[in-house]
C-alpha cells in the first residue's frame, strides 16, 4: 500500500510517498525558515500564504521524483492536529481536494503520533511498548506507547518547549532563527563547565520546565557583559536541557519497564542529545532509536506512516476531516511496570 502524507503544521510544507507504512520512497520539504529568520519566529499569516502557494508543488514533485502516478496511490493522510490553524487548513483542505479527485481514503493525522511513528522509519523492527520523547519548537512530551500501540503522555513540560528555549536563548547569542542548529555548531568550541545555569529537575513528575534555564541564560548575559564567551554559554544551554531532557526520559522508561526509547522532533537532530541519550539508555539495558536528522524535523513521511495504521484497517475520515489548533494527548492514568 502505497501513501501520501501531507505536513502542513507550521514551517515547513512536504509531501511524501511511502510505501506499506515502513518504506519511505521520498519526501520533499519546502522550508520557509529562512522567511520567517527576520521576524525571529513564524508569523503564521506568512505560514499560511506559503502553504497555499506550495502543497500541490511538493506533491507533483514527490509524485514525479518516485515515478509514482495517483493511480499507484492507495490512501491519503495529512496532519490535521495540533499547530497553526491556518497553515493546517491548507494541508487538509489540500488533502479532501486530492482524496475527491482521486476517489481514495482520507485519514487526519496527529503531528506528535507522526514524531512518534519516525521511529518506525527509522527502526521497521520497533515493536511497543517503548517511551518515546518528542522535544521540538512547541512540544517536549515524554509519551508512552503501550503494546497495542495506544500513545498516553507521562509528562510534559510546564512551560516553554526545549526546541523554544534554545531558540530564545540562540536570539539573546545573536544567531539567526531557528537557532538550534546553530547553537548546537558554537557549543562545539565551548566549554560546558564555565558558565553555571540550573537544571529544574521537578522532582517525583516527568514532567519539565525551560522557562528558568531562558532567564538564568538571560540574567548571565547581562550581568557578564565584559568576559562572555558565547561558545561557553551555548555549550552549558545545550548541556543543561540534554542533562534533563536524558536522565528524566531514561528514569520514566525504567519506571514503565520497557526495553526501548525513541527520540524525534527537531531538537532530536541534536548530536549531544542523541548520544547521551543512547549512551545512558545502553547503560541500563535500553536500546535507543534516534531518526536521522530529516526525520527528526517536520517531515511528511512520519505522517504517511501514522497514516497508514489506519488506513490498513479500512478506516477514512473522509470529507469531513476538521483541522484543530490544539489537540493535547491524554496524560497516562496508571501504566503497567509502575
Ligand atoms: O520538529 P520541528 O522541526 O518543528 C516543530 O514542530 O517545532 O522542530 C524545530 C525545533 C526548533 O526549535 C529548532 O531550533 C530545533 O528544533 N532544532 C535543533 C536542532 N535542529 C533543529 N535543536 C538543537 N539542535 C539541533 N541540531
Ligand atoms: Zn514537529
Known amino acids: 500500500m502505497v501513501v501520501l502524507g501531507i505536513e502542513t503544521s507550521c514551517d515547513e510544507t512536504s509531501a511524501a510517498l511511502v510505501a506499506d507504512g515502513r518504506r519511505g520512497l521520498v519526501d520533499i520539504v519546502a522550508s520557509q525558515a529562512d522567511l520567517h529568520a527576520r521576524w525571529g519566529g513564524v508569523v503564521p499569516e506568512v505560514a499560511s500564504r506559503m502553504h497555499v502557494e506550495r502543497v500541490l508543488p511538493v506533491v507533483q514533485e514527490a509524485m514525479e521524483k518516485a515515478k509514482i502516478t495517483s493511480a ?7 496532519t490535521n492536529r495540533p499547530g497553526l490553524i491556518g497553515a493546517l487548513v491548507v494541508g487538509v483542505a489540500a488533502a479532501k481536494a486530492l482524496a475527491l479527485a482521486w476517489n481514495r481514503p482520507l485519514v487526519g493525522v496527529h503531528h506528535l503520533i507522526g514524531h512518534i511513528y519516525a521511529c518506525y522509519l527509522a527502526e521497521p523492527r520497533l515493536v511497543p511498548p517503548f517511551v518515546c520523547l518528542i522535544v521540538s519548537g512547541g512540544h517536549t512530551e515524554l509519551i508512552y506507547v503501550d503494546r497495542t500501540g495506544e500513545c498516553t503522555v507521562l509528562g510534559r513540560t510546564r512551560d516553554d518547549a526545549a526546541g523554544e528555549c534554545l531558540d530564545k536563548c540562540a536570539r ?9 542548529a546553530h547553537l548546537e555548531r558554537l557549543a562545539e568550541q565551548g566549554d560546558p563547565q564555565r558558565v553555571p545555569l540550573p537544571r529544574a ?3 517525583g513528575s516527568a514532567d519539565f520546565s525551560f522557562s528558568g534555564l531562558k ?6 548575559l547581562r550581568q557578564n557583559t565584559h568576559e562572555i564567551r558565547r561558545e561557553d554559554v ?4 545545550q548541556g543543561a536541557v540534554v542533562d534533563v531532557l536524558v ?3 531514561v528514569a520514566a522508561a525504567r519506571s514503565v519497564g520497557v526495553e526501548a526509547i525513541g527520540i524525534g522532533g527537531g531538537v532530536a537532530a541534536n548530536r549531544t542529545l542523541s548520544r547521551a541519550m543512547a549512551d545512558a539508555a545502553l547503560a541500563v539495558g535500553i536500546r535507543c532509536i534516534t531518526p536521522l536528522p530529516p526525520l527528526c524535523t517536520d517531515n511528511a513521511s512520519m505522517i504517511a506512516a ?12 473522509g470529507l469531513g476531516l476538521d483541522a484543530a489548533a490544539s489537540a493535547p494527548l491524554p496524560r497516562a492514568s496508571s501504566v503497567e511496570g509502575t
Open 234 to 237: 551555548a555549550a552549558a544551554l
Open 215 to 220: 532567564t538564568a541564560v538571560a540574567r548571565y
Open 201 to 203: 529537575w521537578l522532582e
Open 306 to 317: 501514522a497514516g497508514y495504521d489506519r488506513l490498513i484497517r479500512g478506516e477514512d475520515d
Open 247 to 249: 536522565e528524566k526520559t
Open 72 to 78: 499507484e496511490i492507495d490512501g491519503i493522510a495529512v
Open 172 to 180: 539573546m547569542l545573536d544567531l539567526p532563527y531557528p537557532g538550534g
